[in-house]
């Protein structure tokens, strides 16, 4: 395993591209990792707390339960990833981009800046309050049971995404095409957070049947 010392000595040595290096666990905490290249690489449990990842590439890695709280990801790349549970919180998101990756479970509480892209992702159950999907398109994105508490959807266009079972508490849908999104069931109570947003047929009958009405 590579641990603290051995990576920062590398980086002294101007190394800046990693592959399947381990460091599982590793305390990496405030390291400048900007414009670094991490390949098959493992950060199961690691803390990358604070750390400065600007223009970071991260491709088919493993990263459950790593802690990511306040890291600079700003233009980061994070390709065919496993962050399963990892801890994003506070992280600066800023034009960052999620492509294949497992996220389920993961932290994005308090996350910040615009123009990131999560695309073909798993998020089920993932903790993404307040994240501004504003005037996006998102494609194949599984968030079936996440805490979309306050998250903004306005003006954004939903294709293969699911939304089934989430937390939509204050969640914001105007001017949305939600016609290429899973909604499931919505409840009553959660119908006109909807108001403003173009759904199919399709699920306005799932909906309906949901209130317990019959459409025939």
Do not use: H, W
């Not at 399947?20 to 990358?48: I, P, Q, Y």
């Not at 981009?97 to 993932?126: K, M, P, Q």
Request: include cysteine.
């Amino acid at each position: 395993m590579t641990d603290r010392t051995e990576l920062k000595a590398r980086l002294a040595a101007g190394e800046r591209s990693f592959a399947e290096v381990d460091f599982a666990g590793a305390d990496l905490s405030r390291l400048d990792l900007a414009e670094c290249r991490f390949d098959t690489c493992n950060f199961r449990g690691s803390d990358l707390t604070a750390a400065n990842l600007i223009e970071t590439r991260f491709v088919r890695c493993q990263g459950a339960k790593a802690r990511l709280r306040g890291a600079d990801l700003a233009d980061a790349v994070i390709d065919r990833c496993d962050f399963t549970t990892a801890d994003f919180s506070g992280a600066k998101l800023g034009s960052a981009r999620f492509e294949g990756c497992r996220l389920s479970g993961a932290n994005f509480g308090e996350a910040t800046g615009i123009d990131y892209t999560f695309t073909d992702c798993l998020l089920v159950s993932a903790n993404l309050k307040r994240m501004n999907f504003r005037k996006a398109t998102l494609q194949g994105l599984d968030m079936s049971e996440a805490d979309l508490t306050e998250a903004d959807f306005r003006d954004a266009i939903l294709e293969r995404c699911s939304l089934r079972e989430a937390a939509l508490k204050n969640a914001q849908f105007k001017g949305a095409d939600l016609r290429g999104g899973d909604l499931g069931a919505i409840a009553m109570t959660e119908a006109p957070l909807l108001k403003g947003a173009t759904i199919s047929k399709a699920q306005a009958t799932e909906m309906l049947r949901g209130f317990g009405i019959k459409v025939a």
